[in-house]
């Protein structure tokens, strides 16, 4: 249970940060994306990756 949280964990906070950097414009991959400099996606990318590292932060926990 402990490595899967992390594993989940891990996944969120780099797809959270994927959609920060496509939302603010940073990241333009892949280029056809509808996330490009859309700024919601920047927000839900941030709340993605603060769950993801509260995932990471109670699997280390435990």
Not at 1 to 6: C, E, P, V
Not at 11 to 24: D, I, K
């Amino acid at each position: 249970m402990k490595t899967m949280l992390l594993i989940i964990g891990v996944f969120a906070l780099l797809m959270g940060l994927l959609w920060v950097g496509q939302g603010l414009g940073i990241i333009h991959w892949p280029a056809s994306s509808f996330m490009l400099d859309q700024r919601p996606w920047a927000t839900r990318g941030a709340i993605l990756a603060v769950v993801g590292l509260a995932l990471i932060v109670f699997a280390k926990r435990t």
